[in-house]
């Protein structure tokens, strides 16, 4: 666990990307307490830039100041991460639409290499790592077209369904489904089919919401609300959790 910052640079957004990264992992549980005091102590820092920290991720949405009384990391929002994922799905089907017609061979070789890495990660039971490895199959396939902007806003996006991935792994969303999935995306690009990787895309970022209810039900500390919007209840088929796998 990340403890030591880089003291020549800005100390507030360095504590920002450690904070946020430890919150999409569930190191800070969702609904849990943050201490001013005991963070500054441990990252060895004044409570100064502590405080722009948890300001700037309040305004993120990622913790809620009490005035007087603390601060706690937000729960997750069922809802919230429906939207995301609605986000998610409408840039990166057409990232892999458009990636099919520029993707290099060695581009593809590369999401190749991510993808054994993740067959040896799910072997291993390592799901922390498989995450990590999910993330970067997505951001690889994003930099084909070099489009920082889209780039950024399916980072945001991402961030609401972390949280769930990592608590839907291993029983909800088993990581072979994942993996086929992803085998099934490259596949498409490698062989220049947009249609097809644009709807092996969909397919996949659909999968957390076969897991949500399930998930929320088995955690409800961590949630602060249940139940699908109407937009995300459409694209669940009744028997698709019997089916899967």
Not at 59 to 66: H, Y
Not at 196 to 210: K, W
Request: hydrophobic share 45%; charged share 25%.
């Amino acid at each position: 666990m990340q403890t030591a910052l880089e003291p020549t640079k800005p100390l507030a957004p360095q504590l920002i990307a450690v904070l946020k990264r430890r919150i999409a992992a569930i190191e800070l549980a969702p609904g849990s307490a943050l201490s001013e005091k005991d963070i500054a102590a441990q990252f060895r820092v004044s409570r100064q830039p502590v405080r722009e920290a948890f300001i700037k991720l309040s305004e993120a949405g990622l913790v809620e100041i009490r005035p007087s009384r603390g601060t706690w990391v937000m729960k997750i929002s069922v809802r919230e991460v429906c939207n995301a994922r609605f986000v998610r799905e409408a840039i990166e089907s057409d990232l892999a639409r458009h990636a099919a017609a520029l993707a290099t061979p060695q581009k593809v070789e590369a999401l190749t290499d991510l993808i054994d890495r993740q067959r040896k990660a799910a072997e291993a039971s390592d799901f922390a790592g498989f995450n990590a490895l999910d993330e970067t199959f997505h951001r690889t396939l994003t930099d084909t077209l070099s489009n920082d902007f889209a780039l950024r806003i399916v980072e945001t996006a991402r961030f609401q369904t972390d949280r769930v991935r990592l608590l839907s792994l291993p029983n909800a969303t088993p990581m072979k489904v994942l993996i086929d999935q992803h085998q099934a995306i490259l596949d498409c690009i490698a062989r220049g089919d947009g249609e097809g990787a644009a709807e092996a895309m969909r397919r996949h970022l659909r999968e957390i919401l076969l897991a949500l209810p399930s998930i929320a039900q088995a955690h409800p500390e961590y949630f602060s609300d249940s139940e699908l919007p109407d937009h995300a209840k459409s694209l669940v088929p009744h028997d698709a959790a019997e089916n899967r796998g």
